[in-house]
């Protein structure tokens, strides 16, 4: 029930609790439930007996969720007073079906909350009142913070953790979004045990509407072990919300050791990536190199092309040559799409050769891969050769088999292939074939029909199949009967391919 407290806050912000409600809902209702609402206001008919009527019919119609049956609950509800609610709580309570579990309690318990949020208190307050199984009794607290957040909160530190915790989070909540300062005073004047946990949660209350609230949280909490995670997790959010001003406020915070000093600045960082500029501009205003290249490094993960070209440099600054390989690593896939040649040229002059491997493959067209094909071949072919022919690398090799049957044709690609050893060439000569089936199919099925080897015979008329699915080109018939002419490992291999 917790969905529908944004609910019960709106329509009663429009509606009003009042006759005009009635009266206007008279208008959008059949007749049983606007003589049922009407009911509530009459001499003739008390508030519970009118409720009793309605909860017979209203609530148990074969629609109870459409607008007529909630509005007419509402101006019932209107009528009713601060010493009706709790018999009004026990009989919704104990009332089955859709309208009483989705709406009706939710309505109820915003209306107690809204009449007498003393008397509601006290009822919440008692756990024995609600069914653990159900979200009512975090739905009354919420509605108790809407009335006056600051009042719920100071009252909870006098009860126990059932209430305290909940009471606590939804009043917070509710109280930053009105005055997230004053909430966090008082937050600070709570018992030191629920100091940080009621600090992330106005946190992650601020995040969104004040996130100067959150990195003034962040840089006036004391360096203590009880607030080492939440002050932590308050500097990880105003970097995302807040990346310039939050990097500006780490570069003049003091901070405990050098070590801390790195691991905020990392934290801030991780969560400004996207903000490639910002990252970029702080760095060049650093005088530490290596902080400079890390932070450079971190935002080219994320920025276009030219940003990466621009931004090497600073990476090249890092004085650590482990260091700088990784972070180069990290920043040049992006430059290998734009600008192949001069990625080549920062890889082979600043990543050692251990990282290479990884950063080739992941530039490489894989075998499935539809960008990379138009990468010329003279610039794939010196790359591809850095990588051992290990299966492990078997995607990137069937990816440059492709990229060259594209460019330079069939001929020249199986060439290629066939120096490869049998670790990678059953890809590569799949890689081949998914480009010829589709321009000259019928040569590509009499290739791989020709094919010795089973694996590699498999993983090439997988690669035909793909390409070459039953059509008016290729009936089921005339595949069954080319599938019948393979191998049994290459069958085996097709199977499922093959299936209808």
């Not at 939440?230 to 570069?251: D, F, I, M, Q, S």
């Not at 990884?358 to 067209?365: D, K, T, Y």
């Not at 020709?450 to 059509?471: C, V, W």
């Amino acid at each position: 029930m917790l969905s529908i407290a944004g609910f019960v806050a709106g329509f009663f912000t429009v509606q009003q609790w009042s006759g005009d409600l009635g009266r206007a809902v008279s208008k959008n209702t059949d007749e049983e439930l606007v003589s049922i609402g009407a009911e509530g206001g009459s001499e003739t008919a008390s508030v519970s007996g009118s409720l009793d009527r309605f909860l017979r019919s209203g609530g148990q119609s074969e629609n109870p969720l459409n607008w007529r049956v909630i509005e007419a609950f509402a101006a019932l509800l209107g009528e009713a007073t601060a010493e009706d609610m709790p018999e009004i709580v026990k009989r919704v309570s104990e009332q089955k079906g859709e309208f009483s579990e989705m709406y009706g309690m939710g309505l109820v318990l915003k209306r107690w909350a809204e009449l007498d949020p003393d008397g509601a208190y006290e009822y919440v307050s008692d756990p024995a009142n609600f069914d653990p199984n159900t979200m009512d009794r975090l739905v009354l607290l919420d509605a108790i913070a809407a009335h006056d957040p600051a009042d719920l909160f100071n009252r909870i530190q006098q009860a126990d953790d059932s209430i305290r915790i909940p009471g606590g989070s939804v009043s917070l909540m509710t109280w930053a979004k009105r005055d997230s300062a004053a909430a966090y005073r008082a937050v600070m004047g709570t018992a030191p045990d629920d100091q940080a946990r009621f600090l992330g949660i106005l946190i992650a209350a601020c995040s969104r509407d004040d996130p100067d609230q959150v990195l003034s949280i962040a840089c006036s909490l004391p360096w203590t072990p009880e607030f080492s995670k939440v002050v932590r997790h308050g500097w990880k959010t105003a970097g995302r919300e807040l990346p310039k001003e939050t990097l500006e406020a780490w570069r003049e915070t003091s901070f405990p050791d050098e070590a801390t000093r790195k691991e905020i600045l990392g934290l801030v960082v991780e969560s400004a990536e996207g903000d490639a500029e910002v990252l970029r501009e702080f760095a060049a205003s650093l005088e530490d190199p290596a902080l400079r290249a890390e932070l450079a490094g971190a935002g080219l993960r994320y920025a276009n092309p030219s940003e990466i070209a621009d931004g090497i440099d600073q990476i090249l600054d890092h004085p650590d040559a482990a260091k700088r390989g990784e972070l180069l690593a990290a920043a040049l896939p992006g430059l290998f799409r734009d600008n192949p040649a001069t990625a080549i040229n920062v890889m082979e002059a600043g990543v050692p050769p251990n990282l290479r491997q990884g950063l080739i493959a992941e530039f490489l067209p894989g075998r499935y891969s539809k960008s990379g094909l138009e990468v010329p071949v003279e610039t794939l072919l010196p790359l591809v050769r850095q990588l051992p022919m290990k299966e492990k690398f078997a995607e990137s090799f069937a990816g440059v088999s492709r990229a060259i049957a594209a460019q330079q044709g069939v001929d020249q690609a199986l060439d290629w292939v066939n120096s490869l050893t049998p670790a990678v060439k059953p890809l590569a000569t799949a890689g081949v074939v998914s480009i010829w089936a589709e321009t000259d199919s019928r040569a590509a099925a009499r290739y791989v029909t020709s094919i010795a080897d089973g694996a590699t015979q498999g993983e090439a008329a997988s690669a035909f199949l793909d390409k070459a699915f039953p059509d008016d080109a290729w009936p089921r018939e005339r595949l069954d009967g080319w599938r019948a002419s393979l191998s049994k490992e290459a069958r085996d291999r097709t199977e499922g391919d093959f299936s209808e």
